[in-house]
């Protein structure tokens, strides 16, 4: 029989323990080693069997073990030592206090988020990323609220079959089994929040709150019984169901989000966000929501748009148009018209925000830019993707002035690292940690240490890796009887690659089996053998991805490799975490340029991994040459086939003659001296750069206080400006047609410039019904192409010289010439206003109709 209902029965602590309860209901302790170590003291045997989750230990302990713990005084000095540094470090100012005029506060939404094992709502890197987020906000205590949902079958875990297909299962998640509270009104109803469907039905959520270090994060959560059964699924899987089902997640998410945010603050006394930050396209609805706030306010729609434009940071992640979410518009037309229309927020207005090239469909990246003043990619590759992708939304710009520009992910060192290194880095280095000053210091680190932690570390990998695969093959049919060579599976003195992430096409799980043959050989060289971890989830609905695991399983089942290469299923942050430490080498050999960023190489090298990668993502900005290698890519070759064929030859010949030679390549000391310089140099190289805090500073920096200042000087003085700035939009929009440049004269260089001269240029602009003060005329200019293209042109702006009455103005300015070879110049004019962000921002530009006073010529 099956329970009609499922609920943990939570244990009462003695009042000398209440301080348990504090420790283990704030995620801190998923970064913080001496909290793990305090509850693994609670009951060691036990603490082993739930697989080191907090909230699953104090519901399995005994009461008596809890009594002897409320009488064993060493035990109570340890729980007031740990209670008061996890007081102190939520309260002590940190390095954002210490920001003049910075943001009150950010709101900061993301369907997914991978903050610990115990808590499994995230399905791959975007929710790594989102929780190493708000670990690195909560270390540097930068005020951000985190909002997401709260799936009660979490993403899936992973098994196989007796052929190696992969089976999904969908365990149930008890939130009174989670570190999470339940957010309630003062009354102690719980907070609901609610959003009208098409048919006058209803949409009702709980809210969740997990407080992550100082970070609130708030999950909301369908499945309460003013809800039928289908509203009461919404929340049921990470990325699940069909259309309607996956609008409605996000619509919870955008606008329930910000509807929760304003429970919250209302609650708790938490400063309300002056910046929201749009983590993907899914959570792109929340900016409706706001306008929909200021509207009802009584601001009119393009005003409330400018407000909300100028508080939003969105981020995209995705380098293919196919991993956007698309909906149908009459999909939305149903959600925000009819009986379910909002009065202050037209429908058609909402439709535009999410217009693409294809008719009939609403596109949630393209809103999501639209509502957002301030936009970026997560590497420097993926913005430049990211320009070209979507430079349709400002048409007459070069790619080059897309305003998309990028900050480059990291990660959360506490998280990702071996305790061994962090130890060693806090004997040694103590001022390192999660620093971006400092690391030279690596060189002082003895190489006999860094060897015994790297050796240390792979035996931990081995050891794991074996208890997992005897589950897994059990799991599958076998007996234990014919499981005895598991335990001679790897070697713990054998190099180590490590291969792990989602399985898309694109990211080639199975390049390394384009010749089985060689593959063979590298595993089983008898003087350097290789040995390869690989782990990896494909979706649910991803038949290919599926095919691609099952072609690495039957690999590995082979019985002369199988104790050299394994697959490890129901890949999550445990197993992550193992292999990012334990890896002596981390692949990654996706197709160009099509990894936004990629961050399991940066977790890899803080532990002294070292990558061996196609130059894609991340690795493509920060590979040097020396810390570590890149896969040559056979970019421009069109046969699909054929570029697998040559990137894993080259794959082959790197492993064969540079990585496992330079690991067994070891002097009588027994020390890979080699070896230890490229693991120094990647740890002195990468470690300031990949670290989550570095890309916290520059979100801050870069985007959240430029953010915050744009609202605000919009909203002062019960939101003037913003309605002045709205109505300049409106009306610079509306006479943008009569904007022409007329005339541009040249003189200054005579028939033959030379370098050191300058172009003097004059040209005459019909501004129509503008002024001057509305306009910007810039001279581009640069070298020329083939086709009088100019390439990558600098700009200069014109002076205003004179005006006529009849709506004519003379601006005047002048061009270095500093360089020799072909030139060009072009004059064009774009919109001017101080509360722009981007010349591009109104997409409106105009340019001469024929080019003149261009000459085709080379600088002397």
């Not at 197709?591 to 990629?598: D, F, Q, S, V």
């Not at 090298?605 to 890519?633: H, M």
């Not at 959240?704 to 709205?726: E, I, M, N, Q």
Request: charged content about 25%.
């Amino acid at each position: 029989m099956r329970a009609i209902r499922r609920f943990t029965v939570r244990t009462v602590l003695p009042a000398e323990l209440a301080a348990l309860g504090e420790l283990v209901h704030n995620l801190r302790w998923s970064w913080h080693p001496e909290t793990l170590d305090l509850f693994a003291e609670v009951d060691p045997d036990t603490w082993e069997r739930v697989g080191h989750d907090p909230v699953a230990l104090l519901g399995a302990v005994e009461p008596e073990r809890l009594r002897e713990l409320a009488a064993d005084r060493r035990f109570l000095r340890r729980l007031a030592d740990a209670a008061d540094d996890l007081r102190e470090y939520m309260t002590a100012p940190r390095w954002y206090q210490s920001l003049p005029d910075a943001a009150r506060a950010i709101g900061y939404f993301s369907p997914e988020y991978g903050i610990a094992a115990a808590l499994p709502q995230y399905s791959g890197g975007l929710g790594i990323l989102a929780g190493d987020h708000l670990k690195a906000a909560s270390d540097l205590g930068v005020p951000i609220l985190g909002v997401g949902l709260l799936y009660r079958h979490g993403y899936f875990t992973q098994s196989l079959s007796p052929e190696g297909w992969q089976l999904e299962h969908y365990p149930s998640l008890d939130p009174g089994g989670l570190p999470l509270t339940l957010l309630k009104e003062a009354d102690g109803n719980p907070v609901r929040v609610r959003i009208g469907l098409p048919e006058h039905r209803t949409l009702h959520a709980q809210v969740w709150v997990a407080q992550v270090g100082r970070v609130p994060l708030l999950l909301l959560d369908s499945d309460v019984a003013e809800n039928d059964n289908a509203e009461r699924d919404v929340t049921d899987r990470l990325y699940g169901g069909g259309t309607d089902h996956r609008l409605k997640q996000e619509l919870l998410l955008g606008i329930g989000g910000v509807r929760a945010i304003r429970a919250y603050c209302r609650i708790s006394g938490h400063p309300e966000p002056e910046v929201f930050h749009t983590n993907e396209g899914h959570a792109g609805f929340l900016g409706l929501e706001r306008i929909r706030e200021l509207t009802e306010a009584r601001l009119s729609f393009e005003e409330a748009l400018e407000a909300v434009r100028s508080g939003t940071v969105f981020t995209t992640h995705t380098p293919v148009p196919a991993g956007i979410d698309r909906f149908p518009a009459e999909l939305i037309a149903r959600q925000f018209g009819g009986e379910n229309a909002w009065p202050t927020v037209p429908v058609d207005r909402i439709l535009g925000l999410g217009a693409e090239d294809e008719p009939g469909v609403f596109n949630m990246a393209a809103m999501g830019m639209r509502l957002a003043q301030r936009v970026n990619g997560v590497s420097q590759l993926h913005g430049e993707v990211s320009r070209e992708m979507f430079k349709g939304l400002w048409p007459g710009f070069d790619v080059d002035e897309v305003p998309i520009g990028s900050i480059t992910n990291g990660v959360h060192a506490p998280t990702w690292v071996g305790r061994e290194i962090m130890e060693l880095a806090g004997r040694e280095l103590p001022s390192l940690v999660e620093r971006a000053q400092g690391w030279e210091g690596v060189s002082k680190i003895a190489d006999e240490d860094i060897w015994a932690i790297r050796g240390r570390m792979r035996a931990r990998l081995v050891e794991a890796a074996r208890v997992r695969l005897r589950r897994s093959w059990l799991d599958r049919g076998a007996s234990p009887a014919e499981l005895g060579w598991i335990d001679e599976a790897l070697d713990p003195e054998v190099l180590t690659i490590g291969f792990a992430r989602r399985v898309p096409s694109y990211k080639r799980l199975t390049l390394m089996l384009s010749d089985p043959a060689r593959l063979r050989e590298l595993l089983l060289h008898p003087e350097r053998p290789v040995q390869i971890v690989i782990a990896g989830k494909a979706h649910p609905a991803d038949e290919g991805g599926k095919k691609l695991i099952q072609q690495i399983v039957k690999f590995a089942d082979s019985e002369d490799v199988r104790h050299r290469i394994v697959f490890l299923p129901d890949y999550d942050m445990a197993l992550g975490q193992l292999l990012v430490q334990g890896c002596d080498v981390w692949m990654n050999n996706p197709l160009r340029p099509l990894e936004a960023c990629g961050t399991s190489g940066m977790k890899a090298a803080l532990n002294g991994g070292l990558n061996l990668s196609i130059r894609d993502g991340w690795w493509d900005e920060w590979f040097d040459g020396t810390n570590g290698w890149a896969i040559p890519t056979a970019d421009g070759v069109t046969d699909p086939d054929r570029r697998d064929e040559l990137e894993a030859t080259a794959l082959y010949d790197l492993i064969e003659h540079e990585v496992a030679d330079r690991f067994y390549d070891r002097p009588a000391d027994g020390l890979p001296r080699r070896w230890l310089e490229m693991v120094r140099h990647t740890l002195t190289s990468l470690g300031p750069k990949v670290l989550a805090g570095r890309m916290l500073r520059d979100y801050v920096v870069g985007l959240y206080t430029p953010a915050a200042h744009s609202a605000r000087a919009l909203t002062a003085g019960g939101h003037g400006p913003v309605k002045d700035f709205a109505s300049w939009k409106l009306k610079v929009g509306r006479a943008w047609p009569g904007v022409r440049v007329e005339h541009v004269e040249a003189s200054g260089v005579g028939d033959t410039p030379e370098v050191g001269a300058s172009l003097e240029l004059r040209a005459t602009i019909a501004m129509g019904e503008l002024s001057p003060e509305d306009i910007e005329v810039q001279v581009a200019y640069g070298r020329v192409g083939v086709h009088d293209e100019l390439v990558h042109p600098s700009y200069a702006p014109l002076t205003a010289d004179s005006r006529a009455d009849d709506g004519r103005a003379v601006f005047t300015g002048s061009v270095p010439l500093q360089s020799t070879g072909a030139f060009g110049y072009t004059v064009r004019v774009v919109p001017s206003h101080p509360l722009m962000a981007a010349p591009a921002e109104l997409g409106l530009v105009t340019v001469p109709q024929e080019p003149e006073g261009m000459t085709n010529g080379t600088l002397r």
